[in-house]
């Protein structure tokens, strides 16, 4: 075997740009803010020009309203921690190069001791570099120095409340629609899989891509965090949080919708044989699984669907969301019996029942009615697998129609 090594070149300039650029509206913003505090603070504060106000107006508008209290907070305490740290050591050490160093090095230990954030510990020893270095020292000049830091947060704060505050709840409604969307998909390629009689590779194949659920879940939660936090403390948050919380709702069903689905793909990889698809209860399996991502993706298109800009009262056209709320799918049979052994008797095991109903108050569609399937006599060398894969669908079931405790 001959094996070709691969030579990969980073370019260290590449790192220097992000992915994505950020949005015109916060750069129109963030100069206003930068623009606003400075002007204000050479009305208020007499003195020279207002480095602390522009460099907090400029760090402290970000793209949720949290995000820009929380950076106002963590810069304002890094701020006066600095200013008295430095103010100190000057009354008591005097000028010299080496009192600026002192300060520097307390500043880190301080901020280690206290644990503060990334953002608060730069701030510390900048600050008290700054006011050592940039004029006369003296506890007016360090109060002027707080207050024009106060003054820069507190403007950007506003400008990013005022001006169009951002609403991210966009991203993460596509993100649960295309997770919804790429569910049923995995539960459809079990169905074709069990119906064509695929081998152990393709089986692979296929697992990789179930698998690859559970990192697009986690990122599913992630937009849907960022989206809760531009929400909160946001004068247009109103209208968007009933839509926020239902696509909450919606992807934790769908966590657990990913984990069976990536678990029957796995046991059916490591159990697969030739003379699987003959076995007419995996027929019927197959049937079911494929009901199943008819009815995940009829999920995903109607959250696709769900306008953006409606209004609270015009938002719940099928139902309300609440801790017991499941998918909402309506039909189905719910009886679980029968033994299922090798060599057992009858046996039989409730359909899924899933399609339709209203999922989540995403409206309301006809419901896809299964059967039963009946396991007459369980096959000797796959009973494992079928039956594995039965409760399997049983417990999607239980999911689906929020029985599931």
């Given at each position: ?335 679980v019996g029968g033994d299922a052994g090798v060599g057992g008797g009858a046996g039989v095991v409730g359909g899924t029942g899933v399609g339709g109903g209203a999922v989540a108050g995403f409206g309301v569609a006809e419901p896809a009615l299964t059967r039963p399937i009946r396991v007459i006599r369980p096959n000797s060398r796959h009973w494992v697998l ?20």
């Amino acid at each position: 075997m001959r094996l070709v090594a691969t030579v990969v070149v980073v370019n260290p300039v590449a790192r220097l740009r992000s992915s994505s650029r950020t949005p015109f509206l916060q750069v129109v913003k963030t100069a206003v803010a930068v623009v606003t505090a400075v002007l204000l603070c050479r009305v208020l504060i007499d003195g020279p020009f207002p480095t602390f106000a522009a460099i907090a107006a400029l760090l402290v508008v970000q793209p949720s309203i949290t995000q820009s209290f929380v950076k106002g907070l963590e810069r304002s305490a890094g701020v006066v921690l600095g200013v008295v740290l430095a103010t100190g050591f000057h009354l008591w050490l005097g000028d010299g190069v080496w009192v600026v160093l002192v300060v520097i090095v307390l500043a880190i230990l301080l901020s280690w001791a206290l644990r503060l954030t990334p953002t608060s510990a730069t701030q510390v020893g900048i600050s008290g570099m700054l006011v050592l270095t940039a004029g006369v020292v003296t506890p007016n000049y360090s109060a002027d120095r707080i207050l024009e830091t106060v003054i820069g947060a507190l403007v950007a704060l506003v400008v990013n409340a005022l001006i169009v505050p951002p609403v991210l709840l966009e991203p993460a409604h596509l993100a649960v629609a295309r997770l919804a969307r790429d569910t049923a998909a995995a539960f459809e390629r079990i169905a074709i899989g069990l119906t064509e009689g695929w081998d152990e590779a393709r089986w692979h194949e296929a697992l990789l891509q179930a698998r690859a659920l559970r990192q697009q879940h986690a990122r599913t939660e992630a937009s849907l965090t960022a989206a809760g936090e531009s929400l909160t403390m946001n004068p247009r948050g109103g209208r968007h949080r009933t839509i926020l919380e239902r696509d909450v709702a919606v992807t934790e069903h769908l966590r657990v919708l990913v984990t069976r689905v990536t678990g029957m793909t796995r046991a059916i990889r490591d159990n697969t044989a030739e003379d699987l698809r003959a076995d007419p209860v995996v027929g019927s399996i197959a049937t079911e699984v494929a009901r199943i991502g008819a009815d995940v993706r009829s999920l995903s298109a109607r959250v696709e669907a769900t306008r953006l800009d409606a209004r609270d009262e015009g938002v719940r056209p099928g139902g309300s969301v609440g801790e017991g709320d499941g998918l909402g799918v309506a039909g189905g049979d719910a009886g679980v019996g029968g033994d299922a052994g090798v060599g057992g008797g009858a046996g039989v095991v409730g359909g899924t029942g899933v399609g339709g109903g209203a999922v989540a108050g995403f409206g309301v569609a006809e419901p896809a009615l299964t059967r039963p399937i009946r396991v007459i006599r369980p096959n000797s060398r796959h009973w494992v697998l079928i039956g594995a894969l039965l409760e399997d669908i049983r417990r999607v079931r239980e999911e689906l129609l929020g029985e599931d405790d």
